[in-house]
């Protein structure tokens, strides 16, 4: 048996049970090695989408930056084996400025990009992340950093744009009616979360402000806002403006629903609205699918 000397790094390693590395026979260099993916027969059926997901990446929304969440795919012809997963991520690379910037421009890019070096009929890709923006309490008006979550989801092909999609999760206050109807004084309310999923007009130019637009259609239609920052005097502004707006989680998509329609550049939307019952232990939850 090999005396091994434990005082190095390489006796050590193999006291615990490594090997030296073998000669090994098959080629090294790139140009003599074997492109499975590229393999040219019937392979009996094309693919709608492969690629990677539950990528992790760095994002720059409305100006902050974040991490963003990515799934990147394009389509696969039926005479092609695989599709060359490297160049995904070297087409979500050639927009990494500090961050990918998180909008449907940059996302036009890298699909652009994309279809051409995959040579496929089809690319997609969707992208979420957390927006971070100053929101002023009420009353006093101190600045705190409030977030929501976002999500952006396009997918391009030959004839151009097919699927150009935008989602927010915004936190709300809501308060029951119901409660406050029966109680003698006070009513029960919750943190809500309304989560919206929009299919835009692919010849309509989304807002710039659109992120802003959402988020305050999706508080203004709640019992009350959440704030960063809440002094004595905000709080009683924040809890009188809910007992003023009871809201069922029925109500809350209804209204936010109406509001919606009424955008021209969204031609479709899915809402719900979830509460966190503080008298329950269960949650209660409200959905709805619309389109113009």
Known sequence: MEELD????????????????????KPKEKKDMADLQSTKKDF??????VGINNLSYPVVIGGFQSVGTFEIATSLNQDEKGINMSRLLESLETENNQGVS???NTLSN??????????????????????YFVKPSPGTHINGMAHADVKYSMS????????????????????????????????????????????TDPDKVVPENHKEQLYE??????????????????????????????RFVEDLIRLIAYDLVELDWVTGFEIECRNEESIHQHDAFSRMRYTK
């Not at 009996?44 to 989408?49: G, I, K």
């Not at 990009?113 to 969707?126: D, K, P």
Request: charged letters at 25%; one cysteine or more; hydrophobic letters at 35%.
């Open 6 to 25: 434990l005082t190095t790094r390489e006796g050590r390693f193999k006291h615990f049970g490594s090997v030296d590395p073998i000669e090994g026979k």
């Open 44 to 49: 009996l059926f094309p693919v709608e989408s």
């Open 102 to 104: 998180l909008d449907f």
């Open 110 to 131: 890298i699909l652009s990009r994309l279809r051409t070096r995959m040579q496929q009929e089809s690319a997609e890709i969707t992208a979420e992340g957390k927006w």
């Open 156 to 199: 391009v092909s030959s004839e151009g744009i097919t699927r150009k999609q935008l989602g927010m999760t915004a936190m709300v206050t809501t308060l029951c009616p119901c409660s406050k109807e029966i109680s003698e004084y006070s009513a029960h309310n919750q943190r809500g979360y309304v989560k919206v999923l929009l299919d």
């Open 217 to 246: 259609l999706l508080e203004v239609n709640a019992s009350s806002q959440l704030y960063p920052v809440l002094k004595r005097t905000d709080e009683k502004i924040v809890t009188e403006r809910a007992y003023e707006n009871p």
